[in-house]
């Protein structure tokens, strides 16, 4: 399978924990991003990186999330000190270039705070 | 800032049969790319369709159309010969075309497909 895969899939944590999510794009593509989907809304942009540089974040992503790409391959997202807003569905996506390419989305990691 | 809006949370369809889903948007800029993308139920979502704002023409894609009205800020889509498959979550999304690098979603319509 040559598609965007996220790891894990399902997350369930408590309160006040940290969680770290991988999402491992499509090889040749250079720009990956970060979506928050929460329950019957559509997703919400996050982050994105183009390579290892990471280019643009959302007043979304407060100091508890954190996001990497090392060596412009996979990605990591981490969240500090969960809180119970903080349940969604994490997506990640990846292009070959800018606007005019598609983005391809991964499975999503579900993730939920107790 | 961008904004788009799906006003249908949810549609019916029988198998067979035409459905039209429908999207506004809301930009000051001139170039930009429009898409519908479709997340099944538990599954990735998928590209559907995309239009470019500087093309007049309407996107076509098999049973898939659009009707792109730019003045109006409007972008449905229209599912021709509904298939059950057709079953899913159904987002209108908006990039900009120079310095684009983030899809706004509107909040989506679900569509169920009718045997």
């Known amino acids: 399978d040559t598609g965007v895969s996220q790891n894990p899939r399902h997350k369930i944590t408590k309160r006040g924990q940290n969680v770290t999510f991988r999402c491992d794009p499509i090889?040749?593509?250079?720009?990956l991003y970060w979506y928050r989907q929460t329950l019957g809304q559509g997703p919400e942009f996050l982050t994105y990186?183009?390579?290892?540089?990471?280019?643009?974040k959302s007043r979304l992503l407060s100091d508890r999330f954190s996001a990497e790409r090392p060596k412009g391959s996979f990605s990591t997202l981490e969240i500090q000190r969960t809180e119970q807003g903080d349940s969604a569905m994490y997506l990640c996506?990846?292009?070959?270039?800018?606007?005019?390419?598609?983005?391809?989305f991964g499975p999503g990691t579900r993730l939920t705070v107790t | 800032a961008q904004t788009v809006t799906q006003s249908q949370p949810e549609m019916s369809v029988q198998e067979a049969e035409t459905v039209t889903l429908s999207c506004t948007y809301d930009t000051s800029e001139n170039n930009y790319y429009l898409f519908w993308y479709k997340q099944p139920p538990s599954r990735q979502m998928i590209l559907v369709i995309r239009?470019?704002?500087?093309?007049?023409q309407n996107a076509t894609e098999n049973r898939f159309s659009v009707n792109f009205q730019k003045a109006a800020k409007s972008f449905s889509l229209k599912i021709s010969d509904s298939q059950l498959g057709d079953t899913a979550m159904y987002f209108c999304?908006?990039?900009?075309?120079?310095?684009?690098?983030?899809?706004?979603f509107g909040g989506g319509t679900r569509l169920m497909v009718k045997p």
């Open positions: 990186f183009q390579n290892e540089a990471q280019l643009e």
């Open positions: 996506a990846s292009s070959f270039g800018g606007a005019a390419y598609e983005q391809y």
């Open positions: 090889s040749e593509h250079n720009r």
């Open positions: 239009q470019e704002a500087y093309k007049q």
């Open positions: 999304a908006f990039i900009l075309r120079n310095a684009g690098n983030m899809l706004t």
